[in-house]
Structures are given as C-alpha cells and as structure tokens.
C-alpha cells in the first residue's frame, strides 16, 4: 500500500509537471522537423519552398487519387504510381504545366513514403528540364505548416 | 523505494528497441517482357531475447499485395517468419522500387522499424533515345529525331503515329520494319512556346508496351541552362 501511495505521488508529481511545462512554453512543437543539412541531394525543406521560391513551384502529389480528392495543396497535380492510373495521362498534364519551366516539388505522405522520389525520377526522366524536388516530411508537413504553408484545400472537387 | 526502482527497470526494459532481423531489406528480380505479377519473400528472425510483434504493414502503391505469412504477428525470441510481397506489374516498365514499410509494437507513428524494398527490372521492349526534343523560343526550326529500336525476340511494327498539336511537323522513317524507326519532328512555329504530346501505337502483343509517349516543347530558356538539343 505504501509503494502503491509513493507511485501515485510520483505521478501526480509528473503530471503537474507537465502541466505546468504546457502553461509557460505552451503546446507541443508539432512540426516536421527539416534540418537543411540533412537532406538528400533532390529534397527539400517546405519553409525553402515557401520562404525562398515565394510557394511559385508545381506541387505534385504521389499520394492515392482517394486522398488527393480529400485534402490537397490547391492547384497541385495528381500523379501517382497505382497501376489502375494512367500513366501516360499523367505525363501529357505534367509536361504541359511544366512549360513554364516552374520548379516542381512532390510530396506524398510522410516522410516513410518512397513514391515521391519514384514520381520525381519519372518526372525527371522526361526531360523536360526543370528542377525537380522531393519534398521533406510530405504531406504531413504541409499539414502541420498550417497557414505558414502554400494554400490548400480540403473535400473539394479535383481540377 | 527498491521496489519502484525495479518497477521502473522493467518497463524501461520493455520499451528498449527490439526488433526483427531481416536477411535483406533489398531484393531484386529480373522479369520477362510478359511477366503480370512478380512475388517475392523477405526471410526474418527475432534475434532479441523479448516477443515482438508486428503492429502494421504498409505498401506504398495498391499495386503491391504484403502479408506476413500466415497472419502470425508477434514472433518469440528465436522465431522466424516471412513477410511476403506480391506485386502486379500493370503498365510499368524498366527498374521500378515498390517498398512494404513495417510497424514494430513500440514504434513511433512517423518512425518504422523496417523499411523493405522490391526492385523489379522489366524490360524496354520499345527503346527511344530521348523523351523530349526541346527548342528554345525564336531559335531555328532546325527537325530533331527521336531513334526507336525493338529489343525483343519478334517485330514489333509502329502502326500509328499521333500528335496533340498542329504546330509540330512529325515524320515517321522505318529503318527496318518492326525493328529500328526514326521519329522526325519540326516545330512549325517558333514565336510562341507550344507542346505536342506524341503518341506511338505499336502492334506489341503486350499490353504494357503498345503505347509509346514523348514530347516536343519549345519554349523560354530555363535559367541556367538552354532548351535547344543540336
């Protein structure tokens, strides 16, 4: 009973803790981390994109078309590698949105999901020349960005 | 107090990082031009001294098909099992990753123990040198060409060949009928940039490689570098 009384102690103890941390620094620092000078040689961070590009960049997203349609970076393209998906539609509409020669920055999920750097290498592939960039943390950093990040829409039609 | 701190050992015992053992997190299968499906098995073993279990298994494409083998999620000390990944090919061709990310029970949301990867080579029946011509804005309408050769055992013959603009002049050359193929290409208008999305029809008995893509752009130069190929 006496170390069942001390455990309940040593809780309450953390907890009020905690408390007090959240009142003086607030909620959890939630967002993605991206440390420029970790990042593989065709990522990139979103606060570059959005700080140093202005946001002026093509958003691809490799996430499933079901996904996409739910919440999306507004005017991004949907170009994924689901085999029910028409590839070579894909290709047609990216080559056209590219010819403004705008930098193109694709994101699927997070930062565990391989597809963006498969669309991006596909992208490349076409050669059509402009800069291609993967972007950290995906679809959740936009998330987490908030207002700080490109606009973006939730359960509207696609394009 | 003793009786805490061997409370406390414990659960900070159980939460230290057990995980699976795989023999190889890469593996990789040469197909032929027909394949549909490919399957592969990624062997493991728990080498730790505690159970582990497998929470959830991700694929990142509906193409892909992954199970660890007969269901069996948590694995004893010793234990070995298999995750299995089936992948239908659909249309793609040439080297293609697909990956089956892993979940152990105590990892966090964004941080998977396992990441494993199948790399499929399929061959290029259909093989072209370029996949856009490019010309820079008001520069020569000088024609540029795309070479096409058939690497496979049979002719495969170019039936059609269709452009999405007028302001490109396209021309088919058969070097060898149903091997090797020159595709010929002028911009008719170099004042303002435009794109043609050129379509190649094959008789190809396999479904993957019948449609053929490329484009022609000309445009403003990109900073940096120009659009013209010589």
Known sequence: MNTLMRMTGIVALALAGAGVTYLVRGAPDRSVPCDPATLKPDEVCLARVIEEWQGDVLWVDARSRAEWQRAAVDGSLLWNIDQQEDMQAFEAEGAMQMMDGRRVVVYCSNENCGVSRQVADRIRAMQLGNEVFVLRGGWRALEVAGTKGPPTRSGAEPR | ?230
């Open chain 2, 1 to 230: 107090m003793r009786t805490i701190c061997l409370l406390w050992m414990m659960l900070a015992g159980g939460l230290s990082g057990a995980s699976l053992t795989f023999e190889k997190t890469l593996l990789e299968l040469t197909l032929a031009a027909d394949a549909t499906t490919a399957t592969v098995d990624f062997p493991f073993e728990n080498k730790t001294d505690k159970p582990v279990t497998i929470a959830r298994v991700d694929k990142t494409c509906s193409c892909l098909a992954a199970e660890v083998q007969g269901g069996k999620l948590t694995y004893q000390p010793g234990e070995k099992g298999v995750v299995r990944a089936a992948f239908d090919l659909g249309n793609f061709t040439g080297v293609v990753d697909k990956t089956v990310v892993l979940w152990l029970d105590r990892d966090q949301r964004d941080q998977p123990s396992v990441t494993l990867t199948v790399r499929v080579h399929i061959p290029v029946l259909v093989a072209m040198d370029q996949k856009t011509l490019k010309w820079s804005l008001d520069a020569a309408p000088k024609p540029q060409r795309i070479d096409l050769r058939i690497n496979y055992n049979k002719p495969i013959r170019v039936l059609k060949v269709t452009s999405s603009s007028e302001l490109f002049k396209i021309e088919l050359k058969t070097l060898q009928e149903g091997v090797h193929y020159e595709l010929w290409v002028t911009p008719l208008e170099m004042k303002q940039p435009g794109i043609a999305v050129i379509r190649i029809e094959t008789d190809c008995e396999i479904a993957r490689h019948k449609l053929q893509q490329v484009f022609a752009v000309v445009r403003r130069d990109l900073p940096g570098k120009g659009v013209t190929t010589p």
